[in-house]
């Protein structure tokens, strides 16, 4: 398995990074977690083919995790034509989110059809999914009021990696994190604490009891960014690509 961190940042682009994105290679296949709207620069920016996208799984529908997919969608049909299926996994309501927003963004172009199948799969949380070969474990997090977030665990060539998603800490971070060979964390701040991000002293206290082979913090918020001559744990960087 190979993660190539397309982008790191949190919602403001603090430090300069991108929006989170992540792609994820096994074997032939590849497959993003989350398509934040810089997903389609950061591909471009590191030579990677839009292409080698098979699918997508979104954790939320939150503009810094979902708002790429309609530059996607133009790069797909004008600059690097597709016409195999792109399937988006994701959350309830998925679909009409990703529909409204790429009529907003490009109304008239968004009522022509496509060239390519656009699928979708509507993922729930605590029921296992096989996509395109990847075992998806989708499971709920403290996020948004209402919506649902998540985070995934996921299953593929013989390694597993588990991503947070935006989330406050949580026991779930705990059980999943158990023999994943790689766990991507969100780690927004460091000073203030929420029930809906994770601060870093608060993964710092809890890293003993994650069972992960290696752990990763990215989304990284301002605070983190300022204080990170106190960071003993490795962080996400733009471009990074980690060999599982």
Same mark, same amino acid.
């Given at each position: 398995?190979?993660? /190539?961190?397309?982008?790191?940042?949190?919602?403001?682009?603090?430090?300069?990074? @991108? +929006? $989170? $994105?992540?792609?994820?290679?096994? !074997?032939?296949?590849?497959?993003?977690?989350?398509?934040?709207?810089?997903?389609?620069?950061?591909?471009?920016?590191?030579?990677?083919?839009? &292409?080698?996208?098979?699918?997508?799984?979104?954790?939320?529908?939150?503009? !810094? +995790?979902?708002?790429?997919?309609?530059?996607?969608? =133009?790069?797909?049909?004008?600059?690097?034509? @597709?016409?195999?299926?792109?399937?988006?996994?994701?959350?309830?309501? /998925?679909?009409?989110?990703?529909?409204?927003? +790429?009529?907003?963004?490009?109304?008239? =172009?968004?009522?022509?059809?496509?060239?390519?199948?656009?699928?979708?799969?509507?993922?729930?949380?605590?029921?296992?999914? /096989?996509?395109?070969?990847? %075992?998806?474990?989708?499971?709920?997090?403290?996020?948004? &009021?209402?919506? *649902?977030?998540?985070?995934? #665990?996921?299953?593929?060539?013989?390694?597993?990696?588990?991503?947070?998603? !935006?989330?406050?800490?949580?026991?779930?971070?705990?059980?999943?994190?158990?023999?994943? !060979?790689?766990?991507?964390?969100?780690?927004?701040?460091?000073?203030?604490?929420?029930?809906?991000?994770?601060?870093?002293?608060?993964?710092?206290?809890?890293?003993?009891?994650?069972?992960?082979?290696?752990?990763? #913090?990215? +989304?990284?918020? @301002?605070? *983190?960014?300022? $204080?990170? %001559?106190?960071?003993?744990?490795?962080?996400?960087?733009?471009?990074?690509?980690?060999?599982?």
């Amino acid at each position: 398995m190979r993660v /190539t961190i397309i982008g790191a940042g949190d919602a403001f682009f603090n430090g300069g990074r @991108r +929006h $989170s $994105s992540y792609l994820v290679e096994v !074997d032939d296949s590849g497959f993003l977690l989350d398509c934040g709207t810089t997903a389609l620069l950061g591909l471009k920016t590191l030579g990677i083919p839009a &292409e080698r996208v098979d699918f997508i799984a979104i954790s939320h529908l939150h503009g !810094d +995790h979902f708002g790429g997919l309609p530059f996607l969608f =133009l790069e797909y049909l004008y600059e690097q034509p @597709r016409s195999r299926p792109l399937l988006i996994a994701g959350p309830p309501g /998925t679909e009409d989110r990703v529909k409204a927003l +790429h009529r907003t963004m490009y109304r008239e =172009l968004a009522q022509r059809p496509l060239c390519f199948p656009l699928e979708f799969r509507e993922l729930t949380p605590g029921q296992a999914a /096989t996509v395109c070969g990847v %075992e998806l474990f989708p499971f709920r997090v403290p996020h948004q &009021e209402k919506d *649902v977030s998540m985070g995934y #665990l996921v299953k593929a060539g013989g390694k597993s990696l588990l991503y947070s998603g !935006d989330c406050g800490w949580n026991e779930n971070l705990v059980a999943y994190s158990q023999g994943a !060979d790689l766990f991507i964390c969100e780690c927004c701040y460091f000073n203030r604490q929420t029930s809906f991000h994770v601060s870093y002293p608060e993964v710092a206290a809890q890293r003993y009891r994650l069972g992960c082979k290696r752990l990763l #913090l990215s +989304h990284l918020g @301002r605070e *983190v960014l300022e $204080s990170m %001559e106190q960071v003993t744990i490795e962080c996400a960087s733009d471009g990074q690509v980690i060999e599982v």
